[in-house]
């Protein structure tokens, strides 16, 4: 039972771990200027594509996957709208 109760505790230490950075991200990216976030914007797809990939070929389970996918969607829309095809 002990195991149990550390990893819990530790997957809660985990999770207020992320949350604090999930705000310090949220922050940063409302300060950027306009096209600061438009270089981002089409970095971050870059990056998200290469991490799907990765994902693909790693043994993780589907929470994983949806926990990524959701939480891009969300930084994406944080970034800003994409910008204009050139």
Avoid: N, Y
Avoid at 3 to 23: F, P, W, Y
Avoid at 56 to 66: G, R, W, Y
Wanted: a negative charge.
């Amino acid at each position: 039972m002990k195991d149990l109760q550390d990893a819990t505790e530790r997957i809660c230490e985990l999770k207020g771990s992320l949350v604090a950075l999930d705000a310090l991200v949220a922050a940063l990216l409302q300060q950027l200027p306009a096209d600061t976030r438009s270089a981002l914007h089409k970095d971050f797809a870059v990056s998200t594509e290469v991490a799907r990939t990765v994902l693909l070929h790693a043994l993780v389970s589907d929470i994983t996957v949806d926990a990524f996918e959701r939480d891009v969607a969300r930084m994406t829309a944080l970034i800003g709208k994409a910008p204009p095809s050139a």
